[in-house]
């Protein structure tokens, strides 16, 4: 239930210019965070393990292999990027991690719809519901839906550091990771493999 409507933290500040600036923000975040980690990092752990997983596996298995070892270790990496932020804890760290390799299952090649997953999620928890997003707290939101004294839901919402720190987190994730496996196939992830993840 929404406890407010288009709030701002600041009471004089105009929500419809805090949401432009923050869009612009996320934007950002999303276009840094998954070519740097579902692209750059993904691609290039994959290709660095591929050549020393072949000694010990036939071609198809060491490209298998290499796409899970990289999944590994980016999502690792996207869970400690936001080791230090406000509110961060073992299960959020965890959480996190579920989330990144959620994410790994766009082809790297084409991140236009881990970018949209990723902005989706991040406007739509912070600012159409209100939520903090990885512990940091949105300048301004369409809802108000946590109660600002009654924790009584936060494992489900996640309290201050947001929905990531949330029981329901991990069940959207995987929830996400189907509904992309059911509409392309896990052949889209392994597409990355064979000769295209040996260039």
Known sequence: MAQGYFETVEPKENSIINFAWDV?????????????LRGWMFTLCARGIR????????????????????????STFFAMMHYHSPGSTSISLINLFIGGAAASFNNPRKLGLGMGWHFGWNIAMGHVHGMSTSG????????????????????????????????????SYVLGMCMVTSVYGLNRLMDFGG???SQ
């Open 24 to 36: 612009l923000f996320h934007i950002g975040v999303r276009i840094n965070e998954e070519t740097m």
């Open 51 to 74: 050549p020393t997983a072949l000694h010990c596996f036939d071609e198809s298995i060491a490209d298998t292999f290499a796409i899970a070892m990289s999944i590994l270790l980016q």
């Open 136 to 171: 940091i707290p949105m300048s301004c939101a369409v809802f108000n839906v946590i109660p600002r004294r009654a924790k009584s839901f936060e494992k489900l919402h996640g309290g201050t550091f947001g929905p990531e720190h949330g029981v329901l987190a991990p069940l």
């Open 195 to 197: 000769s295209k993840l």
